[in-house]
């Protein structure tokens, strides 16, 4: 009998899921989108219920297509990261979910690193004890999983106190599958409240959890990455359309499951992921630290390596959002076409290199890396009369893309490796031209691989094999298909060049302008 896991690709967007085999075929798929929540000062929330709705209405629907249901070995989460839901004791959630875009925890994190000796906002000590134990620290943006937890227990104690677990979003949907709550080391990360140093024994620290004041009984319980979790229940199975008892993979968060998904399971092999947020990664073997840049080596999915965890907020979402105000925006009355993406696309071939000097800043919403700043705005800027909406649909292409320029620089300096090429995966890599300005602006040979959209499903599918040991570690680099080489062209380099030394003063005055509006 074949052999094929159920995959759900949990993202900003919405759950996608599939059924993918040993190949990293993807026999059947289904697509679902949940609209985001967005409370005043800062508040970014989804609907976690209606995840788990979304979730069970799309594997349902994916019957339709691949009836062998009895093939199905396991099923594995990969999901959006640094995302918390508070849930009761049958995995209930109490409270929306508080995405990773959300800010408001940030007071208390100041809070807890205020002291007389300070370094970017950090008491020098606590700094000290955080990079030591967990090899990172939560940042000032309030961001992080811990920053979500202070707002809780702060604002909203009586969710705080009502919630039997404090989860991420893959945990979530974990626990709906099995009634266990339980995390890896992986998806723990950004709580800043485990022992790191050895990625073979992470704990809950004593003392960590002392000077944040939260109770360990609310959090999960530590379970090893690639293993099994437990079977799904036989409530769950009714909801799924599936038989009780199939193995459910402990899974992890979508930046660990993209690193696999992009072929580069080698230490320093990078991949660019380009999706509603983006980042630039690679395995490593050893942990390292960089607070200058908001970078370190993160708990991998993969037993004993480390990941560079670094992330920049918006990418492909300054794409939805260009279409959603600029194009589609119900009061300009535009009709709608069948593919907005496929218009968008149209615009920006449209427009010269450099769009006529027009310069995109996507930091809509504040940046972690390379620099974190909660504050900082992004918008059009040095634009005139003559410029066309197709110059602005291209030059947020180009923005982006200056942006992950300065994650690279940084990136490279972090890993002391100069790459020459970069897989890049995410929705973003499904557009060639996009892939081009990449390679113009990095000044890198971009490698495609086939369906780079769905890097995170493939890369939680291969997870989900090598975690029932139907495939070995070495055999995960080779299931990734190849695609398609994109070469830095010189006549663009100079615009680019030019351009993204601009792109980068913008940030050093904008940053002073937009740290006095946005208190």
Same mark, same amino acid.
């Given at each position: ?15 996608? &899921? ?15 989108? &949940? ?8 508040? &970014? ?7 788990? +709705? ?32 508070? !849930? ?182 990078? @991949? ?12 490593? +073997? ?27 907020? =918006?990418?492909?979402? =300054? &794409? ?36 006529? +000097? ?52 940084? !990136? ?7 790459? @020459? ?13 996009? =892939? ?9 040979? !971009?490698? !495609?691989?086939?369906?780079?959209? @769905? ?65």
């Amino acid at each position: 009998m074949a052999a094929h896991i159920l995959a759900i690709d949990l993202g900003t967007s919405g759950p996608k &899921v599939a059924v993918v085999d040993k190949r990293g075929n993807v026999k059947a798929l289904e697509i679902r989108r &949940v609209p985001l929540i967005f409370p005043p000062s800062g508040g &970014v929330e989804q609907d976690a219920q209606e995840w788990w +709705r979304s979730t069970s209405q799309a594997i349902q629907a994916l019957w339709q297509s691949f009836s062998q249901k009895k093939e199905i070995c396991g099923i594995i989460v990969t999901s959006q990261w640094s995302t918390l839901v508070p !849930v009761d004791e049958e995995a209930n959630p109490l409270n929306h979910a508080i995405s990773w875009m959300d800010t408001r925890g940030a007071p208390y994190v100041a809070k807890l690193f205020r002291g007389f000796l300070q370094y970017q906002g950090y008491d020098i000590l606590k700094l000290g004890q955080w990079l030591w134990i967990t090899g990172g620290v939560p940042g000032n943006s309030g961001k992080d999983t811990l920053a979500h937890i202070l707002f809780l227990k702060n604002e909203l104690p009586h969710i705080y106190e009502k919630s039997y677990k404090l989860l991420e979003a893959k945990d979530f949907l974990n626990a709906k599958l099995t009634g266990r709550f339980a995390a890896t080391p992986d998806s723990l990360t950004l709580y800043w409240l485990t022992d790191n140093r050895d990625p073979f024994s992470v704990r809950y620290h004593p003392e960590l959890l002392r000077l944040t004041q939260i109770a360990e009984e609310k959090l999960p319980e530590i379970v090893p990455v690639a293993s099994v979790l437990g079977e799904l229940t036989p409530k769950a199975a009714e909801e799924l359309g599936l038989s009780p008892g199939i193995p459910v993979l402990t899974g992890c968060p979508d930046m660990q499951a993209s690193a696999i998904g992009s072929g580069g399971i080698e230490p320093l092999d990078p @991949h660019l992921y380009v999706g509603s947020s983006q980042w630039i990664s690679c395995h490593m +073997r050893e942990r390292k630290i960089s607070p200058e840049s908001n970078m370190a080596t993160i708990p991998s999915a993969l037993p004993g390596y480390y990941l560079i965890g670094n992330e920049q907020e =918006c990418a492909g979402f =300054c &794409v939805d959002y260009f279409l959603e105000n600029l194009v589609y925006h119900p009061l300009l009355e535009r009709p709608k076409a069948a593919n907005p993406y496929s218009v968008f696309e149209a615009l920006t071939h449209k427009a010269p290199p450099g769009a006529k +000097r027009l310069i995109f800043t996507p930091w809509l919403y504040g940046e972690r890396t390379p620099v974190e700043n909660k504050s900082i705005r992004g918008g059009f800027h040095n634009l005139s009369a003559e410029h066309s909406l197709a110059d602005m649909a291209r030059s947020v292409l180009e923005g982006v893309s200056f942006n992950a320029r300065w994650l690279l620089e940084n !990136v490279e300096n972090f890993a002391m490796q100069k790459w @020459h090429t970069l897989r890049m995966i995410g929705g973003g890599a499904q557009n060639e031209l996009w =892939c081009q300005i990449m390679a113009d602006v990095l000044g890198r040979q !971009v490698w !495609v691989p086939e369906n780079p959209r @769905h890097a995170p499903l493939l890369g939680a599918a291969l997870l989900g094999f090598y975690s029932l040991g139907l495939l070995e570690l070495d055999a995960l680099k080779t299931v990734v298909s190849q695609g398609k080489t994109y070469y830095p062209q010189e006549a663009n380099r100079k615009i680019y060049d030019l351009l993204y030394q601009e792109f980068r003063e913008i940030y050093t005055t904008h940053s002073r302008i937009c740290a006095k509006l946005n208190l």
